[in-house]
């Protein structure tokens, strides 16, 4: 996805599709809705005391970082490149140089539409650092991260995998639609941050149970129809067919990691739970956003077998290893990035988004080479410069919430109010016998607290 205004002949020029601007204005507000959609999904999975603080944590993403885009996000990720490391390009500071008429070079949108799609990967993938920190991140610390963390590691990362002339975008890298740059990016970001901040009071001691499975299962379902805008759109068209096999692969990758999630659960822990198939099918879709455009059907099956059944033993390792990600979003989001994008290096089959094959397709090792060189990069700074900010954050204005107002609900403590109103008048806040003992992520971890905690 090459940056720059259109500065052809007209004759030489593409032509504005109607067909493909109306295609990706959609897809955008289909990103968009996956925002509020991953709110839901985190929103359910923490206790009672959390709830509104999770919600939060992802929809103000949408507030911070659609301002910072405006103002120097846009230049850094997709402007001119500097150095293989970042982009600049003046006319794209404040949006202010760019005309309604001007197209994205070399394709059939405006810049506008081209700009506000990568918006909306801009705004999901620091909310999903957020269900990594639930129940004791200070609002306002966690706002300034977001600014800062969106400013130093995702908009130069974005240049890098997608910005012409980026480093791992000129290495030949394989990213469809953010395998690296979304959900390696977040995952080593959460990982990196919890390491700093600590664990939530009573880990591995108080049951920390999701209050809400309906509203997981809510969340699960629009993330799921929301992706398909998220990984069909990364091509900024649909006139030759390959948007059309992305969107065949992620349904299918998605519904092959959640039967792998569910077939784990059931041989380990005799049961297959609402909770593992939501998180299974988010397992799935994290896996295939790097990998769909370059596969077929049969791989992408393949793919998201994979990713569910290691999503879903990797989930388990907080608490052998003894970090609190208390939602999961390294074992789903990181190990479902790594999955994904390494195993590009194995089923490309050089016919669809690229010429690349992978080592099932007689392409030798070279295209793994350079999935695996992708990750190791994006993993390693983001979880440097994350855990630096956060540290930094820590030592100044403090990034967790007190102890005490961590038992009583963070909710209270940081909104001043409370999800559910269990009083039976309206205003009452709920009980403190009535606010269950819940909070952890997949089914997977909560019987795997049972048997390793």
């Known amino acids: 996805m090459p940056p720059g205004i259109l500065t ?15 295609f990706m204005l959609i897809c955008s507000a289909l990103v968009m809705l996956m925002t509020p959609g991953l709110a839901f999904f985190y929103g359910g999975m923490v206790r009672v005391k959390s709830t509104l603080n999770m919600l939060m944590m992802s929809f103000v993403s949408l507030g911070i970082v659609t301002v910072l885009w405006v103002l120097y996000g846009f230049s850094i990720a997709f402007g001119t490149d500097i150095g293989s490391v970042v982009g600049w390009s003046s006319e794209y500071v404040g949006l202010s140089g760019i005309g309604r008429d001007q197209l994205w070079d070399g394709y059939t949108i405006p810049v506008y539409v081209f700009a506000v799609f990568q918006l909306m990967f801009a705004v999901i993938t620091p909310a999903l650092i957020s269900g990594a920190l639930a129940d004791r991140v200070k609002f306002g610390a966690w706002a300034l991260f977001i600014t800062l963390w969106a400013t130093v590691v995702y908009f130069p990362v974005a240049h890098w995998v997608w910005g012409a002339g ?5 290495r ?15 995952g080593a970001a959460a990982l990196g941050v919890i390491l700093v901040i600590g664990k939530r ?92 455009g370059s596969s077929s059907p049969l791989g992408a099956l393949a793919i998201g077998a994979v990713a569910g059944l290691l ?5 388990g390792l907080k608490y052998r290893f003894g970090y609190d990600d208390s939602l999961d979003v390294v074992g789903v989001h990181l190990v479902g990035g790594v999955v994904g994008s390494v195993l590009v290096g194995f089923f490309a089959t050089g016919g669809v988004q690229s010429e690349a094959r992978g080592l099932f397709y007689g392409g030798g090792a070279e295209q793994l080479v350079k ?29 967790r919430v007190s102890e ?20 039976g008048a309206g205003g009452g806040t709920a009980p403190r016998r009535s606010v269950p003992a819940t909070g952890d992520t997949t089914a997977a971890a909560q019987h795997t607290r049972k048997v390793d905690a």
């Open 172 to 186: 030949g890298v394989i990213d469809f639609a953010g395998g690296t740059a979304v959900h390696i990016n977040a």
């Open 311 to 315: 999503c879903a033993m990797a989930v």
């Open 371 to 399: 999935q695996v060189t992708g990750v190791v990069a994006v993993f390693a700074y983001s979880f440097v410069v994350s855990a630096v900010l956060a540290l930094v954050i820590h030592r100044t204005i403090g990034m």
């Open 201 to 292: 009071v009573g880990f591995k001691k108080d049951p920390m149970r999701p209050h809400s499975l309906p509203l997981v299962m809510l969340g699960a379902g629009l993330l799921w129809f929301g992706w398909f805008g998220f990984n069909a759109g990364s091509w900024l068209g649909n006139d030759d067919g390959v948007g059309a096999v992305m969107f065949v692969n992620t349904q299918v990758a998605t519904a092959a990691a959640m039967l792998a999630w569910l077939a784990w659960e059931k041989v380990r822990h005799g049961a297959c739970t609402t909770l593992g198939a939501a998180s299974g099918a988010v397992a799935g879709l994290v896996a295939i956003t790097p990998a769909g």
């Open 404 to 423: 005490d107002d961590e038992v009583a609900g963070i909710d209270q403590g940081e909104h001043a109010e409370t999800a559910y109103d269990f009083s």
């Open 166 to 170: 980026g480093w791992l975008f000129e």
């Open 8 to 22: 052809l002949a007209a004759e030489e020029a593409p032509a504005l599709s109607a067909a493909n601007t109306g």
